[in-house]
């Protein structure tokens, strides 16, 4: 029988990046900042005398100089790449023709957008190296879920131990992937390490809210509560530099109304912001 199928790139926020600087971000991750290895090189010259030794300092100098610009350079056609390759993942799905002069780009099926999309990302795997190509394989396993699973699951399994927010992501695509296979033990494993983890590449929040729906799942109900209850009551006691309440994130919405559904008492501890909107009784009365 089908297995119902749900996409595992939430968005890693690569639309906006790829949209605006052209740098990625994570769907998961939409605060979260990107983190680059910087590239170094040093270079020693062969200094006989003095002159020599100062001719030698005006190369490396110069040297130096066209290594970082070229790096700069690479990088950016590496950002390019990448960025083109998400639009083509994130592209529309419709059966609708394309609108009149327009040049986005629209697949009829998911599988057509994955086939489309792979190559793109494995050409920036193959013309770039270091964490742009780490990230394109965490794209192109993550595609694969949709031209063959078992493929797919493997290679996410793969990006697991590379570290780093590629190696954050594929865990998460994981848990989700194993939670869908129906085996809840091994997606709360995975979550439980997620949670402990001092990575912030995917926020605590929505890790947890996970880990509460495979305690549901499980049937430990009390377990996703009390989970559900330390998620908003955290967050409702944040305030900004006002002194005013913040506004929820969409992680914490959901584990509040998860709350509601399964405990409404339980959510009635938690006192609701009081509103910026003026009692309108209070301001027609003399």
Same mark, same amino acid.
């Given at each position: 029988?089908?297995?119902?199928?749900?996409?595992?790139?939430?968005?890693?926020?690569?639309?906006?990046?790829?949209?605006?600087?052209?740098?990625?971000?994570?769907s998961?991750?939409?605060?979260?900042?990107?983190?680059?290895?910087?590239?170094?090189?040093?270079?020693?010259?062969?200094?006989?005398?003095?002159?020599?030794?100062?001719?030698?300092?005006?190369?490396?100098?110069?040297?130096?100089?066209?290594?970082?610009?070229?790096n700069?350079?690479?990088?950016?056609?590496?950002?390019a790449?990448? +960025?083109?390759?998400?639009?083509?993942?994130e592209?529309?799905?419709?059966?609708?023709?394309?609108?009149?002069?327009?040049?986005?780009?629209?697949?009829?099926?998911?599988?057509?957008?994955?086939?489309?999309?792979?190559?793109?990302?494995?050409a920036?795997?193959?013309?770039?190296?270091?964490?742009?190509?780490?990230?394109?394989?965490?794209?192109?396993?993550?595609?694969?879920?949709?031209?063959?699973?078992?493929?797919?699951?493997?290679?996410?399994?793969?990006?697991?131990?590379?570290?780093?927010?590629?190696?954050?992501?594929?865990?998460?695509?994981?848990?989700?992937?194993?939670?869908?296979?129906?085996?809840?033990?091994?997606?709360?494993?995975?979550?439980?390490?997620?949670?402990?983890?001092?990575?912030?590449?995917?926020?605590?929040?929505?890790?947890?809210?996970e880990?509460?729906?495979?305690?549901?799942?499980?049937?430990?109900?009390?377990? +996703?509560?009390?989970?559900?209850?330390?998620?908003?009551?955290?967050?409702?006691?944040?305030?900004?530099?006002?002194?005013?309440?913040?506004?929820?994130?969409?992680?914490?919405?959901?584990?509040?109304?998860?709350?509601?559904?399964?405990?409404?008492?339980?959510?009635?501890?938690?006192?609701?912001?009081?509103?910026?909107?003026?009692?309108?009784?209070?301001?027609? +009365?003399?």
């Open positions: 029988m089908a297995r119902k199928k749900r996409s595992i790139v939430t968005t890693v926020a690569p639309t906006a990046e790829a949209k605006s600087t052209a740098r990625y971000q994570d998961f991750q939409q605060n979260v900042g990107k983190k680059f290895e910087e590239v170094g090189k040093t270079l020693e010259g062969n200094k006989k005398n003095l002159i020599y030794g100062l001719i030698a300092l005006v190369v490396l100098a110069a040297v130096i100089g066209i290594f970082f610009l070229w700069s350079r690479t990088n950016a056609a590496a950002q790449a990448l +960025a083109k390759a998400i639009e083509t993942a592209a529309p799905i419709s059966i609708n023709p394309v609108p009149a002069g327009s040049t986005s780009k629209q697949f009829r099926t998911a599988k057509e957008r994955s086939q489309a999309a792979i190559p793109e990302f494995q920036v795997v193959e013309q770039f190296g270091g964490p742009v190509a780490e990230k394109a394989k965490y794209f192109i396993a993550v595609n694969q879920l949709n031209l063959d699973r078992a493929v797919g699951t493997g290679e996410l399994e793969g990006l697991v131990n590379s570290g780093g927010e590629v190696g954050m992501l594929a865990k998460f695509a994981l848990a989700q992937i194993r939670a869908e296979d129906g085996k809840p033990d091994e997606a709360a494993a995975l979550y439980k390490e997620l949670a402990a983890s001092s990575d912030p590449t995917i926020p605590k929040d929505t890790i947890n809210l880990l509460a729906k495979i305690y549901e799942k499980q049937g430990k109900k009390q377990e +996703a509560v009390d989970l559900l209850f330390g998620i908003v009551k955290t967050a409702s006691e944040k305030k900004d530099m006002d002194g005013k309440a913040i506004t929820l994130s969409p992680a914490v919405q959901a584990a509040k109304d998860k709350l509601k559904a399964l405990d409404p008492e339980k959510a009635k501890e938690i006192p609701e912001p009081a509103s910026d909107i003026p009692d309108l009784n209070q301001l027609s +009365a003399p």
